[in-house]
């Protein structure tokens, strides 16, 4: 990335004066020294937190979410480069074993996470991860895998983006509003709805969106080509080579905005499920959307109840070294504008480098 001039840096957004610094510490060949300076002030667990790895060559014609996008399959293949020269790369397993064994993790422990279960993860992300000998985390909504559907907050995106009606009315968010002709313009409205609808309950979500299909003629099918979910052959043959697998609800619902029983039902079915289907039990879980409004002590209860050993928030981050159970862990988002310097920056020094995720559903 090229440095912005002086008159640049000082207009620019906190974002793009991050960029700046990154690029700096990259040219000058500084961001491994100061790594190195911060491992040895604090000792804590760096969680990177991934939804897909694609390449998109257009992105106007890319009719899902290009913000769960988190890198081209060269961007993460550079990514896994570094962290395997730079850091110590495991499994949630690692940190299990280590507090119960009464010993350390290797020094500047990172561990590679998934979050939703998308079939690119299989396809791009995973023949890259074990090649280089870097094992992952994926935490998957088991429905999805059974049932091959679109999730649903891809779906409202991949409606919002392709239907001919030229208005978007939602009574439950008192919304009332002309939709652009613009896919880009579209895409606009999609992250605003999106950031909306996570004022709803669960029940509601469900309701807005199945109306929108039936209004627009949009039902949602099973395994569309550009959004599909991985499968149960894949995964076991991931968990087998190595990965880690980790639930993520059932139907990626947003555990505190369930009823009591419905919560406990999600999180202790989408166990059963996958110690059922996989050759070893799992032990973690992943909250969907993950936002301090997305979980809460009740979640973590059931968790707790269900089995899970560790939870992962989306909230941004890095967590001490657990030395006990832990559930709310924090994890650091990679997204696909991300450059090298920027992510080697990001991994070296997060406080400096992490910023609230403009909008991720987890």
């Known amino acids: ?58 992105e106007d014609a ?31 397993r690692d940190v299990i074993e280590a507090w119960e064994q009464g010993r350390s993790l290797p020094p500047r422990p990172v561990i590679v996470t998934f979050d939703d279960g998308y079939d690119d993860n299989y396809r791009i ?10 094992p992952a985390t994926f935490f998957v ?4 895998i059974d049932s091959a559907r679109v999730f649903a907050y891809d779906w409202l995106v991949h409606m919002l983006l392709r239907t001919g009606a030229t208005r978007l009315r939602i009574e439950e968010l008192q919304i009332d509003e002309v939709l652009p002709d613009s896919r880009r313009q579209r895409r606009s409205v999609a992250a605003r709805l999106l950031d909306r609808m996570k004022w709803l309950d669960a029940d509601a979500q469900s309701t807005v ?18 959004c599909r979910p991985m499968s149960w052959d894949e995964l076991r043959e991931m968990q087998a080579a190595g ?71 989306y909230v941004a981050g890095t967590s001490p070294v657990p030395r006990q159970p832990e559930f709310e862990l924090r994890r650091l988002p990679i997204e696909r504008h991300m450059d090298q310097a920027w992510f080697a920056s990001l991994l070296g020094i997060p406080e400096a480098f992490t910023y609230p995720s403009r909008r991720r559903i987890g």
């Not at 000058?28 to 937190?49: E, M, N, P």
């Not at 909504?141 to 999805?144: A, K, L």
């Not at 202790?268 to 039990?281: H, I, Y």
């Open 62 to 92: 890319f009719e899902f979410d290009l913000d769960l996008v988190s890198a081209s399959a060269r961007q993460f293949r550079e990514q896994m480069e570094w962290i395997r020269r730079h850091y110590s790369p495991i499994r949630f």
């Open 141 to 144: 909504s088991t429905g999805h």
């Open 1 to 58: 990335m090229s440095a912005m001039s002086q008159a640049e840096s000082a207009s620019a957004t906190p974002r793009s004066r991050r960029h700046f610094m990154a690029a700096v510490l990259w040219r000058t060949r500084l961001v491994s020294l100061a790594a190195l300076l911060r491992s040895a002030l604090r000792r804590d667990l760096r969680i990177l937190a991934y939804h897909r790895v694609l390449n998109i060559d257009d």
């Open 243 to 313: 990965m880690e697998i980790g639930s993520h609800g059932i139907w990626h619902n947003m555990l505190a905005k369930l009823p009591s029983l419905a919560m406990h039902a999600e999180v202790a079915g989408s166990k059963a499920a996958l110690d059922r289907e996989l050759e070893r039990d799992v032990e973690v879980i992943s909250y969907p959307v993950g936002g301090q409004d997305a979980y809460d002590e009740a979640v973590i209860e059931a968790a707790r109840e269900s089995g899970f050993r560790l939870g992962c928030s």
């Open 209 to 226: 969106i199945e109306r929108l299909e039936r209004e627009w003629a949009m039902p949602r099918a099973p395994g569309h080509p550009d």
């Open 125 to 134: 992300a995973f023949p890259i991860l074990r090649e280089l000998g870097v």
